[in-house]
């Protein structure tokens, strides 16, 4: 039988999963995403060549591979529709093989501008949110007012949900011209692209399930990470959807049978984007030689991201609440040139030490990180093709943390490239 992988991200996001699908797509049949919409950057580097797809899965890249977004996603239809047009323009074809779920609920110009609208107002309490509408269209979906894709099709039905809802929510419309309320307008937009979307949309758990039952091989695709899960995350700081392994389960319609390896995707170090509780993050030099050298920039907003060492708590608790199975440890090389190198490997908390994330923040806020430091390696691995030939340093850091966390190594990233790999 094929073996399923499914890849999420043990951090706060920006772990690198891009790369890591990319890699792993080559093997299987069959790719799906399953929570998140447009929030996500997933960046891949084929030759000189650089893509950023935020709501197509990674795995598109290989040609002749069957992509699937699943109803846990949600849909911002204009920007799906101008990554389409962005893949064309590289010359590949998604036309036999991108499908999207007809349940998919989708992201309006309406909740792009409620996004910002409630970040201003929550002012510097704000969550830092990409503004993409996430948050918003999740809430809508949870609170029954969404629209799903299969909407787009029963054009009088979908007039009376738009007028419904704008009815419902003047608290937040009124007194607004923002053409983004315009409900006019978006009516007549989404019926402008809903024939370009037809003929891709389909029942994605049966779909999965002729897959699953046929042998083919199918890889899950996770978007940000588990320190973001909106039950297990740094809630509220924290995006609106289930990140984690569960979130593949409701967010396709498949069962946990399917999931055959979790393989959580680990940065050599931290970062997070946004605001909320950071315990690792670093604020002097060796935070900003980080961003530097990492280019951590995101993917999707440009801002610059925080910085900090690894965090094993955030990475046990990551590991648990997914069941990891294997890690891919991504970035390494972004630690070559770190004279000394830290990992934190469990806080104390008004003078006690504690080992796990508390999930109460009032307390996350507080804590303290207890360090373990190691000599840095001081020369490039980015060259490197095999465990054994990196640096003595470089592998008792990996070391340590595969020890801590009981688990194995999958694969190594050491550049932004598919030859700047090493493979276990
Ligand atoms: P939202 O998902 O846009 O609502 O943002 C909520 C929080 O999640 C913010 O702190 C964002 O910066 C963060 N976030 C959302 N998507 C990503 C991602 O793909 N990578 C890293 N952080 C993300």
Known sequence: MAKNKIVVGCQWGDEGKGKVVDLLAEKADIIARFQGGANAGHTILVGDKKYILHLIPSGIIHRGKICYIG???????????????LLRKEGIDTGDRLFISSAANLVMPYHKLIDSLQESKRGNDGIGTTLRGIGPAYRDKVGRFGIRLCDLYAPDKLREKLDMYRKTRSDIFSGTDDE??????IYSDLLEIAPILKSRMVNVSIELAKHHKDGKSILFEGAQGAMLDVDLGTYPYATSSNTTVGGALTGLGIGPKMLDEVVGVVKAYTTRVGAGPF??????DAGEK???TGGEYGATTGRPRRTGWLDLVALRHACRINGVDKIAVTKLDVLDGMEKIKICIGYTLDGREINEVPLDLSDLWHVKPIYREFDGWMTSTTEINDFNALPEKARNY???ITEDLGVDICLISTGARREETIVM
């Open 398 to 400: 990996l070391g340590f």
């Open 290 to 292: 980080l961003r530097e």
């Open 180 to 185: 983004r309320a315009d409900m006019g307008k």
């Open 279 to 284: 315990p690792t993050e670093l604020f002097d």
């Open 71 to 85: 109803n846990g996603v949600v849909v911002d239809p204009f920007g799906l529709i101008e990554e389409l047009e």
